[in-house]
């Protein structure tokens, strides 16, 4: 998708807000009938915004479509981003700011050690121009 519905229903918004395509949009949405029948409701559906990208998915794309949007305008050379040591979204930042070649430089600071988190820590560190660990 090269546009958003937003942009669409509002055309001088897109003159205004920066904004570039990273995700694969709209992602399908699911129902789910066994967890409508524990709940025992009618239907339950989910968005499946796991989908939004082949490169990461997750709600964290839609937010960096805007965030890498103002980085371009404002021709940015590096982006710093914040969080904890398994954060996804500083994955997904570095991912993304990879593909479009500006260098990610992360500030993490210390949670719980758990596989998970540490699992993403290590990647965080392989994917990352440059990381800054907090304790």
């Not at 992602?27 to 066994?34: C, D, I, K, M, Q």
Request: proline share 5%.
């Amino acid at each position: 998708m090269n546009s958003l519905p937003i942009f669409k229903a509002f055309p001088k918004l897109k003159e205004t807000v920066p904004w570039i395509p990273l995700g694969d949009f709209p992602t399908r949405v699911s129902s789910l009938s066994r967890i409508s029948e524990t709940l025992s409701c009618q239907s339950f559906w989910i968005k499946r915004d796991s989908e939004s990208s082949s490169r990461y998915g997750g709600n964290k794309v839609r937010k960096l479509e805007f965030e890498f949007g103002k980085a371009i305008e404002r021709k940015a050379e590096m982006i710093l981003a914040y969080g904890s040591l398994g954060s996804n979204f500083t994955i997904a930042t570095c991912l993304f700011g990879k593909s479009l070649k500006i260098p990610t430089h992360l500030i993490l600071y210390d949670t719980v050690n758990t596989p998970f988190v540490m699992t993403n820590f290590k990647h965080n560190c392989e994917i990352a121009q440059g990381v800054t660990r907090i304790r």
